[in-house]
Every structure is written in structure tokens, then in C-alpha cells.
């Protein structure tokens, strides 16, 4: 399984970066569309739509909601960073109190765990993902600092998974996800060095200090997109939310983490003056 598990995010991590580097912001923006789109049949399959025509309804409504947001924000002719930090902050706001649903649950689930709720939920989370990616891409330098946010994710991931497995004893969430431990969460951000070690190699004295600081917050909220699933799914009693990438799950599997630290690393980008 580990493997498999390997070779997949291997090939995962090559398309990411073979349309990365060789697409314009637009193209990148409108290719990563059907990967969101297909979150969303995921994500209707964890809401309790349980007809085709109830998870086609909320597949429409997720489309629609992309096309007003992409309207919104200008993104064909002159991107509008300040319409999109409006999106930025409040889907920040809503993964903070996505933070205390998870620290109260099971009794937390009597306020998100409803067929509206988690339908208006759904859409609003997988609308910001592609708002705070398209708005990463529209900065100067923006395929690099997508590169970098993806790269806090996946080392969140990575440390989690391998210190976890070694020296993993205490749970971090036992409620919501009793395969995680505060020794696997330590090791997520002690993996966030590496990437701060690259950076200062690669672009000695270019790149602030203070800057450095920023890392750490995302990798926080990655973590909580990732508890944040895995509640979801201990409420819905399934383990993958779908098959579609081998060894790894459905497409939301691999992207919890992302939904909610690159809303917070956009916005953090908007804040520090990146151009």
C-alpha cells in the first residue's frame, strides 16, 4: 500500500507541475475547474444527497458558484485582489469556527451536520480552495508561491505520516480521528524547516525573515482541514471519501489540507505585499 501510495503521489506531484509551470494563470485556473468539480461529487456523497438528482443539483449549484466567483473577482481580464480577499477572509473565518466544531465534537455536530448546511458548507469550502489558488497564480511570481503553499501541505502530510508511524503514542483528536497523534502533528511542523533550509539555500538573502513565521500558521490550518475531513467522515461512517487515486482515496482525501491553509496563504500573500 505504501508503495502504491508513493508511486501515485509521484505522478500526482508531476502532472501538478507539468500544468503548473506551462499554463498561463487562466488556463491553470479553468484546468484545476473539473478537479474541483469532482471534490464536489465527493463532497455530495458525505452531504447525505443520496439521489442522482439531489449530488446533480448541488454539482450545478457548486458550478454556478464558480462562475459567480470567477465573474466576481475579474479573472479574464484584470484579476481583483481586493474582491478576492473579501472570499479570502471569510473562508479563514469560517475554518476558524470549523476549528471549534471540531474541538466540540460529537455535540458540535447538531449545528453542521444537516443536509442544508453541509450542501452551503461544501460549496463555500471548495469555492474558496479555487479563489485562493487562482488568486496565489495572479501575483508576481504566483506558480512559485502555489509551488511553495502545496509544498507546507505536503510536508504537513509527509512529517505526520512517517513520525507519526515511529514515535506516534499520544492521540491528537482521539474523537475525530484516532489514527492521529500529537508526535505525528509535531512532526508536520518540525518539516516545515526543510522548506524554510530551501528557501534561505536557494535565495540567500532575498527573502525576509519575518516571512518565515508565516509557514507555520498554514501548516496549522492544514491540519485543521485535514481533522475537519476526517470528522466529516467518522459522522458519515465512510473511511475514503471515494476510490478515484490509488492508495490515497478520493480527490477531497488529498486535498483537505489544502482547503483550508491556501485561503489562509493568499491571504497572508495580500498582507505582506507580494505584487
Not at 244 to 256: A, S, Y
Request: net charge positive; charged share 10%.
Amino acid at each position: 500500500m505504501l508503495k502504491l501510495r508513493i508511486i501515485t503521489a509521484v505522478c500526482m506531484a508531476l502532472a501538478f507541475l507539468a500544468m503548473l509551470f506551462s499554463l498561463s494563470p487562466v488556463a491553470f485556473s479553468v484546468a484545476i475547474l473539473p478537479i474541483v468539480i469532482m471534490a464536489g461529487w465527493e463532497w455530495s456523497n458525505l452531504s447525505k444527497l443520496t439521489s442522482l438528482s439531489q449530488k446533480l443539483l448541488f454539482l450545478g449549484f457548486l458550478i454556478c458558484c464558480l462562475w459567480g466567483s470567477a465573474i466576481w473577482i475579474n479573472i479574464a481580464d484584470g484579476f481583483d485582489f481586493q474582491k478576492s480577499k473579501v472570499l479570502l477572509i471569510i473562508a479563514v473565518g469560517l475554518w476558524s469556527v470549523i476549528l471549534l466544531w471540531i474541538q466540540g465534537y460529537p455535540s458540535s455536530a447538531l449545528l453542521w451536520y444537516s443536509k442544508p448546511v453541509l450542501v452551503i458548507l461544501g460549496a463555500t469550502l471548495l469555492v474558496a480552495t479555487w479563489v485562493s489558488i487562482v488568486s496565489v497564480l495572479f501575483h508576481s511570481f504566483g506558480q512559485w508561491y502555489l509551488l511553495l503553499g502545496i509544498v507546507i501541505v505536503a510536508m504537513v502530510d509527509i512529517g505526520g505520516f512517517f513520525v507519526g508511524k515511529v514515535f506516534g503514542k499520544r492521540k491528537l483528536a482521539p474523537v475525530v480521528s484516532p489514527g492521529k497523534t500529537w508526535e505525528g502533528f509535531a512532526g508536520g511542523m518540525i518539516f516545515q524547516l526543510f522548506i524554510i533550509l530551501a528557501i534561505i539555500l536557494i535565495l540567500p538573502n532575498q527573502v525576509p525573515n519575518h516571512h518565515f513565521l508565516l509557514i507555520f500558521p498554514v501548516a496549522l490550518f492544514a491540519v485543521v482541514g485535514d481533522l475537519f475531513e476526517s470528522m466529516i467522515k467518522r459522522k458519515t461512517g465512510v473511511k475514503d471519501s471515494g476510490s478515484i487515486l490509488p492508495g490515497h482515496g478520493g480527490i477531497l482525501d488529498r486535498i483537505d489540507g489544502v482547503m483550508a491553509a491556501m485561503p489562509l496563504f493568499a491571504l497572508l500573500i495580500h498582507f505582506i505585499g507580494v505584487n
